[in-house]
C-alpha cells in the first residue's frame, strides 16, 4: 500500500523566481534551519580534526606517510628451549641483539615479561572486578590451577656479553633492564637472558599459550606464546611502551631475525613462526616427499590421521631439536604435540617475494573431520583476499593450528585456532549400529564449520595487521582488531556470500546497531585496558564504519586504493591512527574529518528520519489558469464543515438559496474570482521578467516539473550518507546517494529537494541497509502498514507438587533402587 502525496502550486512569482534562479544547474539543494545555534552544531559536526591528531613531524608526515627521519628500533633473538612434557615446565636460554636506530641515547632497556601476569600477586590477578555475586565452576577450576601450581617467571638471569650479570627491576609484567654503558643512537647491545616456568593449563586460566590434556588418551598438546622475555616497543609517539599487561592490550614489539632450537620429545611434530632449518633431522623421507610433492590443488597429509593416531600412543623414546629462522618478523610462537595430523597446500603469488607461500595445518585427530576439509583452504582464501586489499604476503609459511576449543591467537607465520566437532554421546540412549555410530562422530554443527572458518580467516588475517602492519596493541586495540574484522568479513562474504559472519546475521550493518544503542559505550579510541563491550567496540564498530566508509561514503575504487596505500605505507613499520586517519583522506582526496569524529571518537549512533514531503508544481503565472487550481487545492485542504454537510443530509436549505433578493455579486464569486484588474497585474509581472526568465518560464510550464521538498532529521546523532530509492507511482524507481555533506551546516535537520518528471508514490531511506541504521521505522514517507507474524503460546500452569516429589526413589550408579536413608555418590560426568 502506499499514500498519494499532497501537491501544492507555488505560491508567488517571488517563490517562482527564486527557484528558477537556483534549480536549473543542479538537481537539488538543501534549505538549512536558520536558528544559529542550529547551524553551528553542524559546523562542528564538520569541524577538521585539531586537537585529536599529534603535530605532523618529521617522523610522520600530514599526509600520513613515514617521514624522512622515520625511525624504530630492531631486536634479534637467537634461542635455545627445552620442553619437558611431564612436567609440563619450559627451560630456555637466549641471546639477544638489540639495536637502537632512534635518535636518543638510552642508559636502559625494558622487556615485557608476559608470564608474570599469572602470579598470584600480579596487577592483573589483585585488580579484578566482579558484576555480581556468584561463582562459576569455571572460576573454581582457575583459582584451583592458581593454588596448585606456581606460575610466572623462575631463575629469571640477565648477563652482557662478557658473561657478567646485568641489573634488572621487575615491575609486574616488565623489567627494566639497565645497562653498564649507555646505548648511542646507531648503537648495539647484546645481552643473555636465562628463565624456565611452569606452563598453563589453557582451559584452566584463559591464557594465550598452555597445553591441554586429553583424558582419554592421557596424552598433551603444548603451545607456546608469550613464553620468552621480549623486548618492548620504544617509539618516536610514545617512548618506552612498558604499560602492564592486562590481559587485553596486547603486545607492541619490534622486528628482528629470529633462531629457535626446540627441544622436544621424539614423537611429537613441532609447528613454529619461519621455517623449519633441519627437515632431514627431524622428518622421516616419507614426510620429507610429501612435503616436497604439495601443490595448489587440495590440501595433502604430511602426517595422515591413521599416522597420528599411531603416533600418540607410542611413547618416546628421547628427544629431537627442531630448529626454526625467521627473518623480520615481531614475535614468535610454536606449538608441539604427539597427536598431530599435518597437512599443507600452496598459495601462489607470482612475482612476490616469496612466489609460493607454504600453508599449513596441524590438529589432533579430535579435530576431524572439519579441519581436515576447511583449516588450509581458509589459510589460503585468506591471504588471496587480504594480499588484493593490501601487499603480497611476505613470509614463506602461514599455519594454521587447532589447540584449544574455541577462539584464536595470532602470531608471524603461525595461528592458534579453536573449534572441533561436539564428542559424540558417551552413552547412545538405545541400541546403535556401527554406521550410525560413525556418522555419528563425523558429524559437526553449522557453528563449528562457520566458526571454525571465520576463526582462522580472523587470525591469518592477523599476520598482515598486526604482525606486519605492527600498530600498538597496548593502546589502540582498534588499529588491528577492527582493520582485520573489516578484512575478515570481506574474506567471508567471499568465501560464501551468506556467510553468518555476526551470529545470525550476514550483514555487519544489521549486527552494530545494537551496540550502538547500548548503554555503558566508550569511544573506538579508548585505551585497551579501559574499554568497555570490548569486542563490539573493538572489533565490530570499526569494521562496520570501514564497510561503510567502503561501500556508501568513498566507493571502492577509492577506498581500495587509499586502504592499499596505509598497508604499504606502514608495512613492517608502526602506524598511529592519525597515520591511518591522514592516509585515508590524502590518497582518496575525500575529507574524512567528521567521519573519523563521528565513529571513532564518539558514542552516537545513526538513525535518519524522513520526517515529511511536500510536492509542489509551478504556476502559470496566468490568473484565470491558477486561480481555479487554486479553488481546488483550497477545497482539498478544507474541507466543509461537518454542520454543513449534516444540515444538508437533513434537507436544510440555506436562507439566502430561499430568499433570492439576497444573493448579490458575492454570491456566485469567491476569492478566487479573477478580475481584470489580476489579468493586468500579471501581464505586467510577466513583462518585468528578463528574457532568460521568461525563456525559462516557458520550458518549465511545458515540462511541468514536480518539485518535492524532504525533510530529514539526524535523530542518532552521526552524520550519514543518504541512500534514497524513489518509487514513481507508475512503478519505475530509481536510486539517489545524498552525501553526509548535506548536514555541514545543520546537523540536526535538513531539507532537500528533488525536482521530477513524473509522481513519486513514496521514498525510501536506505532500503539496502549500508549505513547501519538503527531505526528503519522512521525511514519511509508515506510510512507503510507492514505485515508480520504472531506465535501462539499455552501457558504452563504447573506446579511443583513436594509430596509426590518427595515419594520418588533415589536411584545409584547402577540404575539400582537406593535403600531408604542410603548415601549415594553422583555420578562423574564422562567426556
Not at 394 to 414: C, D, F, K, L, R
Not at 455 to 478: A, C, K, L
Not at 627 to 653: C, Q, S, Y
Amino acid at each position: 500500500m502506499y499514500q498519494k502525496l499532497p501537491v501544492y502550486s507555488l505560491m508567488s512569482h517571488r517563490w517562482l523566481l527564486f527557484l528558477f534562479c537556483f534549480c536549473f544547474g543542479f538537481a537539488g539543494f538543501t534549505v538549512a534551519d536558520d536558528d544559529l545555534d542550529e547551524v553551528g552544531s553542524g559546523r562542528l559536526a564538520f569541524a577538521q580534526l585539531g586537537q585529536e591528531l599529534p603535530d605532523a613531524n618529521s617522523y610522520r608526515t600530514a599526509s600520513g606517510a613515514p617521514g624522512h627521519a622515520y625511525w624504530q628500533q630492531r631486536a634479534d633473538y637467537d634461542i635455545t628451549a627445552v620442553l619437558d612434557a611431564p612436567t609440563r615446565k619450559i627451560a630456555a636460554t637466549a641471546v639477544i641483539g638489540y639495536t637502537n636506530n632512534s635518535p636518543d641515547t638510552l642508559t636502559y632497556l625494558w622487556l615485557q615479561l608476559d608470564q608474570n601476569r599469572f602470579r598470584s600477586d600480579s596487577l592483573d590477578q589483585r585488580s579484578r572486578a566482579v558484576s555480581e555475586d556468584r561463582v562459576s565452576y569455571g572460576t573454581l577450576r582457575e583459582q584451583q590451577s592458581y593454588a596448585d601450581n606456581q606460575y610466572g617467571y623462575e631463575g629469571l638471569f640477565f648477563r652482557n656479553s662478557k658473561g657478567d650479570p646485568m641489573q634488572a627491576a621487575i615491575v609486574g609484567t616488565m623489567a627494566r633492564l639497565d645497562l653498564s654503558n649507555p646505548l648511542l643512537p646507531g648503537e648495539r647491545v647484546e645481552f643473555t637472558v636465562e628463565w624456565r616456568f611452569n606452563i598453563l593449563e589453557e582451559v584452566a586460566v584463559g591464557s594465550r599459550g598452555g597445553f591441554e590434556y586429553f583424558e582419554k588418551t592421557d596424552t598433551q598438546l603444548f603451545f607456546l606464546a608469550q613464553w620468552f622475555p621480549r623486548l618492548a616497543a620504544y617509539t618516536d609517539y610514545a617512548g618506552w611502551q612498558n604499560k602492564a599487561f592486562l590481559g587485553r592490550g596486547e603486545f607492541t614489539l619490534e622486528f628482528g631475525n629470529y633462531q629457535v632450537a626446540l627441544t622436544v620429545p621424539d614423537n611429537h611434530i613441532v609447528s613454529a613462526t619461519g621455517v623449519l632449518a633441519n627437515p632431514d633431522l627431524v622428518l622421516s623421507p616419507e614426510q620429507r616427499n610429501r612435503l616436497a610433492a604439495v601443490d595448489n590443488k587440495k590440501p595433502r597429509f604430511i602426517v595422515t590421521p591413521e599416522e597420528a593416531l599411531a603416533n600418540e600412543q607410542t611413547q618416546p623414546s628421547g628427544e629431537k631439536t627442531w630448529i626454526f629462522k625467521a627473518e623480520n618478523v615481531r614475535d614468535f610462537a610454536w606449538s608441539s604435540s604427539a597427536k598431530f595430523v599435518w597437512d599443507a597446500m600452496l598459495h601462489e603469488q607470482p612475482g612476490a617475494q616469496y612466489d609460493s607461500v607454504l600453508a599449513m595445518s596441524f590438529y589432533p585427530n579430535e579435530a576431524e573431520p572439519v579441519w581436515s576439509q576447511y583449516s588450509t583452504q581458509a589459510v589460503v582464501h585468506t591471504l588471496d583476499v587480504y594480499s588484493r586489499f593490501s601487499f603480497d604476503y611476505p613470509y614463506p609459511t602461514a599455519q594454521s593450528v587447532n589447540t584449544w576449543e574455541s577462539g584464536g591467537m595470532e602470531y608471524p607465520m603461525i595461528t592458534f585456532n579453536g573449534y572441533r566437532p561436539d564428542p559424540p554421546r558417551a552413552k547412545p540412549e538405545k541400541p546403535e549400529s556401527a554406521e550410525t555410530r560413525a556418522n555419528e562422530a563425523r558429524a559437526y554443527s553449522r557453528r563449528i564449520k562457520y566458526g571454525l572458518i571465520g576463526v582462522i580467516i580472523h587470525e591469518i588475517g592477523h599476520i598482515y595487521f598486526p604482525m606486519i602492519v605492527n600498530s600498538d596493541e597496548r593502546q589502540w586495540t582498534w588499529m588491528d582488531e577492527g582493520l582485520n574484522t573489516f578484512l575478515e568479513y570481506m574474506a567471508e562474504l567471499e568465501w560464501e556470500e551468506d556467510y553468518p559472519a555476526f551470529r545470525d546475521d550476514t550483514n555487519i550493518l544489521d549486527y552494530i546497531p545494537g551496540y550502538m544503542t547500548s548503554k555503558n559505550q566508550v569511544p573506538v579510541m579508548t585505551q585497551s585496558d579501559s574499554i568497555l563491550q570490548f569486542g563490539p567496540n573493538a572489533y565490530v564498530k570499526p569494521a562496520a564504519a570501514l564497510t561503510v566508509l567502503r561501500e556508501t561514503v568513498m566507493g571502492r575504487e577509492l577506498f581500495d586504493f587509499a586502504f592499499r596505500e596505509y598497508s604499504q605505507r606502514w608495512k613492517f613499520k608502526r602506524p598511529t591512527p592519525a597515520d591511518f586517519f591522514r592516509t585515508m583522506e590524502d590518497a582518496s582526496g575525500v575529507d574524512l574529518d567528521w567521519f573519523w569524529r563521528a565513529w571513532f571518537y564518539g558514542t552516537e549512533h545513526v538513525d535518519v528520519a524522513l520526517n515529511e514531503i511536500r510536492v509542489y508544481r509551478l504556476k502559470s503565472g496566468d490568473p484565470d489558469i491558477d486561480a481555479p487550481l487554486d479553488r481546488i487545492e483550497a477545497a482539498k485542504d478544507n474541507p466543509e464543515p461537518m454542520t454543513v454537510l449534516r444540515n444538508r443530509d437533513e434537507g436544510r436549505v440555506p436562507r439566502e438559496s430561499r430568499y433570492q433578493d439576497l444573493e448579490d455579486l458575492y454570491s456566485d464569486n469567491d476569492r478566487f474570482t479573477v478580475t481584470n484588474k489580476d489579468r493586468n497585474e500579471a501581464q505586467k509581472a510577466y513583462k518585468k521578467l528578463e528574457t532568460w526568465e521568461q525563456a525559462a518560464l516557458a520550458r518549465a510550464l511545458e515540462e511541468d516539473p514536480m518539485f518535492y521538498f524532504l525533510d530529514f532529521e539526524n535523530v542518532g546523532g552521526v552524520p550519514s550518507p543518504i541512500p534514497l530509492e524513489i518509487y514513481y507511482e507508475d512503478g519505475s524507481s530509481r536510486s539517489l546517494m545524498i552525501p553526509a555533506e548535506i548536514w555541514r551546516r545543520n546537523a540536526n535537520a535538513v531539507t532537500h529537494r528533488l525536482i521530477e518528471a513524473k509522481p513519486i508514490a513514496y521514498v525510501q531511506i536506505d532500503g539496502k541497509h549500508q549505513t547501519a541504521d538503527t531505526d528503519y521505522a522512521n525511514n519511509r514517507f508515506p510510512p507503510e502498514i507492514r505485515a508480520s507474524r504472531l506465535k501462539t503460546y499455552k501457558r504452563d500452569r504447573k506446579t511443583r507438587n513436594l509430596m509426590a516429589d518427595l515419594l520418588v526413589e533415589l536411584k545409584k550408579k547402577s540404575g539400582e533402587v537406593a535403600e531408604q536413608g542410603e548415601n549415594v555418590e553422583l555420578e562423574a560426568v564422562q567426556d
